[in-house]
C-alpha cells in the first residue's frame, strides 16, 4: 500500500496543469515559486512518475500527468462535495440531487422530475441544469451532476443509460414549399434544400450521424446552415435560407406563422432521451429516484408513437 498523498498535492497538481506555470500557480496556492516546484518534484517523488516536463520558459503535461490530473480533478470535486453535503445534512437537509437536462427536452419530463417525493427522503431538494449534450456528460463524469437527461447520448462504458423516450427528427420549412403539402418526409425529399443544422458544438453525435446518412443517402449537402438555438433555426427558414432539422419539443416550442414542421421517416435518424448517471456511483438515492422516475414516466407518457404529428 502506497502512503496517502496529502490533498495539498492534489490541489498544487490541478492548480499547475491548469495554469502551465509555477508562475501563475504560486498566486493561486499562496506559495513561492520554489514551494510549487517543490511540491511538485515531491510528489513526482512519492509516485515515481513523471507528471510535468519544465523549462527555465515552460510547464507541459506528461501523459502520465495528464491521466493523473485528470482523477485528481475527480477527487477535489468529492472533496467539496463532501463538505457540502455535510452542511446540508447540519443545517437539515437530508439529501440532494442535481439534475442535468438538455435544453430541448419535453417539459413533461422536468415537470415529472419535479413533481417526484421519495418517502424515505422527504427534505430532498432537486437542482435542475440546463445544458448541451457534451457538457451534460462532462457533468456526469465529474460528479457534477447526479442524473442527466440526455438525447442520444451514445456508446460510453462510464455511464448507465436507460431510454425514456424516443421521437423523429422534425423538418420546418416555409408553408410556400412545395414539400409542405406532404405528411412527412424522408431524407432523399431535402436533396434540393439547403439545411439548417444544430451547431456540433450542440450536439456532436447527432450533428455527425444527420451528415453520415446523407452521404449514405447519396446527398450532397449544400449551404449547410449551423445554429444555436430553434429561434435562429426559425429565422433563417422564413428567410428562404433552408429546411431546419428540430426536434420535437424545440419545434413545437418555437413554430412561427408562415411556417410548417413536418416528421422526418428515417430509421436511424431519431432522437433517444436517456437517464444517465455515472456506471460507477453506487448512490441508493440517486438509484430509488431513477427507478421512481421511470416508474412514473411510463405513466405519463403513452406508449403509442405510432401517429406522429403535422405542426402547423
Not at 515552460?58 to 485528470?70: H, I, K, N, P, Q
Not at 452542511?87 to 415529472?112: C, W
Not at 448512490?283 to 414516466?297: G, N, Q, Y
Request: net charge neutral.
Amino acid at each position: 500500500m502506497h502512503k496517502p498523498i496529502e490533498l495539498r498535492y492534489f490541489l498544487a497538481a490541478v492548480a499547475v496543469a491548469e495554469e502551465l506555470s509555477f508562475t501563475r500557480s504560486k498566486r493561486r496556492l499562496k506559495l513561492s515559486q520554489s514551494g510549487v516546484s517543490r511540491r511538485m518534484a515531491e510528489l513526482e517523488t512519492r509516485l515515481h512518475v513523471k507528471l510535468f516536463s519544465r523549462n527555465h520558459a515552460s510547464v507541459a503535461l506528461t501523459d502520465a500527468g495528464r491521466a493523473f490530473v485528470e482523477e485528481a480533478k475527480l477527487l477535489l470535486v468529492h472533496y467539496e462535495r463532501a463538505i457540502q453535503h455535510a452542511k446540508a445534512a447540519e443545517e437539515g437537509v437530508e439529501a440532494h440531487l442535481t439534475i442535468g437536462h438538455s435544453p430541448f427536452i419535453d417539459p413533461v419530463i422536468v415537470s415529472t422530475v419535479l413533481s417526484i417525493h421519495l418517502p424515505l427522503h422527504p427534505s430532498l431538494i432537486v437542482h435542475m441544469q440546463s445544458d448541451f449534450a457534451p457538457e451534460l456528460i462532462h457533468g456526469l463524469l465529474t460528479s457534477k451532476l447526479d442524473l442527466a437527461f440526455i438525447t442520444s447520448p451514445g456508446s460510453n462504458r462510464k455511464l448507465t443509460t436507460t431510454k425514456v423516450s424516443e421521437f423523429p427528427f422534425y423538418i420546418a420549412l416555409r408553408e410556400d414549399d412545395a414539400l409542405a403539402r406532404e405528411p412527412s418526409l424522408r431524407l432523399n425529399d431535402l436533396q434540393e434544400s439547403p439545411w439548417i443544422l444544430f451547431d456540433r458544438k450542440v450536439h456532436p453525435l447527432m450533428h455527425d450521424l444527420i451528415l453520415r446518412r446523407a452521404a449514405e443517402e447519396n446527398i450532397v449537402v449544400n449551404n449547410n446552415q449551423n445554429v444555436f438555438s430553434a429561434d435562429e433555426a426559425f429565422q433563417l427558414v422564413q428567410e428562404g435560407m433552408g429546411v431546419a432539422f428540430l426536434t420535437m419539443t424545440s419545434a413545437t416550442k418555437s413554430v412561427r406563422p408562415g411556417i410548417q414542421v413536418r416528421p422526418l421517416i428515417d430509421a436511424e435518424l431519431r432522437l433517444e432521451v436517456c437517464l444517465s448517471s455515472r456506471a460507477d456511483n453506487r448512490s441508493k438515492l440517486v438509484s430509488e429516484f431513477a427507478r421512481t422516475f421511470m416508474k412514473r414516466i411510463t405513466q405519463v407518457l403513452k406508449p403509442s408513437q405510432m401517429t406522429l404529428p403535422i405542426i402547423p
